[in-house]
């Protein structure tokens, strides 16, 4: 039934996504972590716009370069992974960089259609390294758009001066503002997260079903979408081999953070709707997606009940 519902696109689904979308973010964020201060409203006013410039940008980007059919699973799939992950919205520094890896998504995947590509690999350099200012490790993006320029094989020597060109522009943006405002110049330094399953064990059985039960559905749907469209023929080959590179490198991102892994999730959320996406629509049998989902969804229920309840 979920499935169906938004096997078609419509308007209203886009309209109860975004309110969605916001009313998480001001639960969580104001409510639950409290971040907001009313000396900070100018921050938090542009946090939330770059939030909610994130959220077109996620329904634009999959619209213009046709990453699915004409419907509205990438949408869903995005809702639904902020809606369980709230920690995602606790850092502002992660949602800013996160638009700013989104801005250089939007150019990166129209690379397809060889227009203007000396401006796309510009201002897709240029993006990340902005990115990187709020993210230090958001620098890691540059591997996948170089391996980009590997895969499409066209004037790679020129793009690959464009991009340090554009690198460059902003290393002497980062060295202006330090010397004028003392502005820090950010430093990569990875703290790898050691994976122990004391966390796990010790969970509440809640955690550990939603747990379960979706890293079973992001497996299946990996695995399932990864040898449909890269490994078998697909007219948009190039571009989810593209798209496996930022998926891969996101999620390389968030186990280099340490303790703040949680956070930097966010910036699989677009990668990863996709593949859910492009798995969903490809799918014969829709029960067994909506069973799982509905588990999701009453185990949620469920917690936020007892929570209430507790309070």
Not at 151 to 174: G, P, V, W
Not at 223 to 228: A, L, P, Q, S
Not at 239 to 250: P, R, Y
Request: hydrophobic share 55%; aromatic share 20%.
């Amino acid at each position: 039934m979920i499935t169906k519902i938004f096997n078609i696109s419509r308007p209203f689904h886009y309209i109860i996504f975004l309110l969605c979308l916001v009313l998480t973010y001001f639960h969580n964020r104001i409510y639950s972590f409290g971040n907001f201060r009313e000396t900070e409203i100018f921050l938090e006013s542009t946090v939330f716009l770059s939030y909610l410039i994130s959220i077109f940008l996620v329904v634009f980007i999959i619209t213009k370069n046709r990453l699915t059919l004409k419907n509205s699973f990438s949408a869903f799939y995005f809702c639904l992974f902020i809606f369980l992950i709230p920690e995602t919205l606790q850092d502002s520094s992660v949602i800013i960089a996160n638009t700013f890896v989104m801005l250089s998504y939007r150019r990166i995947f129209s690379i397809r259609t060889k227009l203007s590509l000396e401006k796309k690999y510009f201002d897709s350099a240029f993006w990340i390294a902005l990115a990187s200012i709020f993210l230090d490790l958001a620098v890691l993006h540059f591997i996948p758009l170089i391996l980009t320029v590997f895969l499409f094989k066209t004037d790679q020597l020129r793009y690959f001066t464009i991009i340090f060109l554009s690198i460059i522009s902003i290393l002497i943006l980062f060295f202006l503002l330090n010397i004028i405002f003392q502005f820090p110049i950010p430093r990569v330094e990875p703290n790898f997260v050691q994976f122990t399953f004391d966390s796990f064990h010790n969970a509440n059985l809640t955690t550990k079903l939603v747990t379960v039960v979706m890293s079973s559905i992001i497996f299946w749907a990996v695995v399932n979408t990864f040898f449909k469209l890269i490994i078998k023929s697909n007219p948009n080959k190039k571009t989810f081999i593209v798209l496996f590179f930022f998926f891969v490198t996101s999620a390389l991102i968030s186990l280099a953070s340490g303790d703040d892994w949680r956070n930097t999730l966010l910036l699989l959320s677009f990668p990863l709707s996709v593949i859910l996406a492009n798995f969903a629509q490809n799918l014969t049998i829709y029960w067994v997606l909506d069973f799982l989902l509905l588990i999701v969804a009453l185990i949620y229920a469920a917690t936020q009940i007892t929570y209430i309840e507790w309070l």
